[in-house]
């Protein structure tokens, strides 16, 4: 039984509605209704009566609502408590990201953060998905965000997936790449390739050109652009191309790694101090990160 599970469960029978639940907590209904089961088990109690997509309080259900009501007004006035103290003590958080999820999203995130945690400084900068375990090694920002090629055993950083990414191989619609029913190795390295470049000293084979002609970039949204405007193909994470493969812009390549999937992770300093404001940001990217 946590704080998440009570929240989950007293929006619910205040709403009476798991949809409309979900909506005032920001979250998909899937984590919400397993949030409740989650909570039924540990009590081993039906704290619900459910017909249909209607969910009314069972008896013991209406048993402990004024407790769990009276955990979350203790839970809020000790945070605000803590808040109004923390407000003297100003703190500043360096976070690295890729683009491999759509520049809006991380605007939405940077003005939540700082509505929400008013006291802490956030600095969100923008670098290559091969550089960011190597930035949060050398404690050259504090967190990092993004596709990891690295998988790499440092004991100076903690690798926390967050959820699955696909990966596309993909060329211009009109490039003669996207007519051909099937790719051979020897057709795609005879074609400009757009690449990941990133100044980490160690090698990736993950993101060595496969192409003999090649161009590298250090963001996924310059990549994109090379790949529509000069007939290059290149690999891109699909929420930054959804729209372009909709629009019949992009066209994914007929090849055997046409399709991957790689791990979205977050990178910190092994032994980090916890900060409720990145726990936040984890849900976040976590929760889009599964509905997507």
């Not at 929006?11 to 907590?25: D, F, K, P």
């Not at 670098?127 to 990092?144: E, I, K």
């Not at 699955?164 to 400009?192: A, G, N, Y």
């Not at 250090?218 to 790949?227: A, D, Q, R």
Request: aromatic share 10%.
């Amino acid at each position: 039984m946590n704080l998440s599970q009570i929240e989950a469960f007293c929006t619910v029978a205040n709403t009476g509605s798991v949809s409309e639940a979900a909506r005032q907590l920001e979250c998909n209904r899937t984590k919400l209704s397993m949030a409740i089961k989650a909570l039924e088990m540990d009590l081993n109690v039906k704290l619900f009566i459910r017909t249909g997509n209607n969910l009314t309080l069972s008896e013991v259900g209406k048993a402990v609502y004024k407790d769990f009501e009276s955990i979350l007004i203790t839970t809020s006035r000790v945070r605000r408590i803590c808040s109004q103290v923390s407000d003297e003590f100003a703190s500043e958080i360096w976070i690295a990201r890729d683009d491999a999820l759509p520049d809006l999203l991380w605007q939405e995130f940077a003005h939540s953060l700082s509505k929400q945690f008013p006291s802490t400084s956030f600095n969100i900068i923008l670098a290559s998905s091969g550089d960011l375990a190597n930035l949060v090694a050398t404690q050259q920002v504090d967190f990092a965000f993004g596709v990891d090629y690295e998988h790499i055993d440092d004991a100076r950083i903690v690798r926390q997936p967050l959820g699955k990414i696909r990966m596309m191989s993909v060329c211009s619609s009109t490039h003669p790449l996207s007519k051909l029913q099937r790719v051979t190795d020897e057709e795609l390295r005879k074609s400009m390739q757009a690449v990941m470049a990133y100044l980490n000293e160690q090698d990736n084979a993950s993101l060595e050109p496969f192409s003999r002609r090649y161009i590298g970039f250090s963001s996924f949204e310059y990549m994109l652009n090379t790949i529509l405007t000069e007939s290059a193909w290149g690999v891109l994470p699909e929420p930054l191309i959804r729209h372009h493969l909709r629009e019949q812009r992009l066209s994914v390549i007929r090849h055997t790694y046409g399709l991957t999937q790689e791990d979205f992770c977050m990178f910190s300093v092994a032994e980090g101090t916890d900060s409720p404001a990145i726990d936040w940001l984890v849900d976040k990217v976590s929760d889009y990160l599964f509905d997507f």
